[in-house]
T-cell receptor, first 118, second 110 residues
Framework: GAVVSQHPSRVICKSGTSVKIECRSL??????MFWYRQFPKQSLMLMAT?????????EQGVEKDKFLINHASLTLSTLTVTSAHPEDSSFYIC??????????????FGPGTRLTVL | QKEVEQNSGPLSVPEGAIASLNCTYS??????FFWYRQYSGKSPELIMF????GDKEDGRFTAQLNKASQYVSLLIRDSQPSDSATYLC??????????FGKGTRLSVIA
């Protein structure tokens, strides 16, 4: 299957700082990328849909000013958690849609970024 | 009504047995269905997708789709302890994001 990378894999930061997470599709062009968050033993929660060259669409309850998403190219989307607080500590996972699959668009996940805010 | 429903489990099967994971969905406009495997602390990994009624086989995995009954299943033959994970069923319609079920936890007992 297609490969999606995510960087960094783990980050620890102090409360009030901003953290940027990068998501790249390595072997396909992704016009659409998605950002999820997952708390321990809970389901994936979609945060936002990111379309190349346009503003992200945020799910209800997700603060767009806190979680800044930029999808500057067909292979790169970034999520910036601004003024992070301990309650933002979570597992952040990006996903990219590959439109070149046989018969259907397929969504592949990056390995995730574990954010810990002290 | 939840859009995609899965039994949360845990589903326990002995090593070598067939594990059967089931999923129902409510949106008849759903076009394609996906099964992902997620190990604890890791991100989801795509196992297979299906969009036509019937069976689709890939190695030890078989996905089954019945659109009339709004039912998708995943069979894992010759289950191994390494198959122990949470299995997520998801559906898509058009350009909408994937809609996931809450997942079924599978435990394969050696």
């Amino acid at each position: 299957g297609a490969v999606v990378s995510q960087h960094p894999s783990r980050v620890i930061c102090k409360s009030g700082t901003s953290v940027k997470i990068e998501c790249r599709s390595l072997d396909f062009q992704a016009t659409t990328m998605f950002w999820y968050r997952q708390f321990p033993k809970q389901s994936l929660m979609l945060m936002a849909t990111s379309n190349e060259g346009s503003k992200a669409t945020y799910e209800q309850g997700v603060e767009k000013d806190k979680f800044l998403i930029n999808h500057a190219s067909l292979t790169l989307s970034t999520l910036t958690v601004t003024s992070a607080h301990p309650e933002d500590s979570s597992f952040y996972i990006c996903s990219a849609r590959d439109p070149s699959g046989s018969g259907t668009d397929t969504q592949y996940f990056g390995p995730g970024t574990r954010l810990t805010v002290l | 009504q939840k859009e995609v429903e899965q039994n949360s489990g845990p589903l326990s099967v002995p090593e070598g047995a067939i594990a059967s994971l089931n999923c129902t969905y409510s949106d008849r406009g759903s076009q394609s269905f996906f099964w992902y495997r997620q190990y604890s602390g890791k991100s989801p990994e795509l196992i297979m997708f299906i969009y036509s009624n019937g069976d689709k086989e890939d190695g030890r995995f078989t996905a089954q789709l019945n659109k009339a009954s709004q039912y998708v299943s995943l069979l894992i033959r010759d289950s191994q302890p390494s198959d122990s994970a949470t299995y997520l069923c998801a559906r898509i319609s058009g350009n909408t994001p994937l809609v996931f079920g809450k997942g079924t936890r599978l435990s394969v007992i050696a």
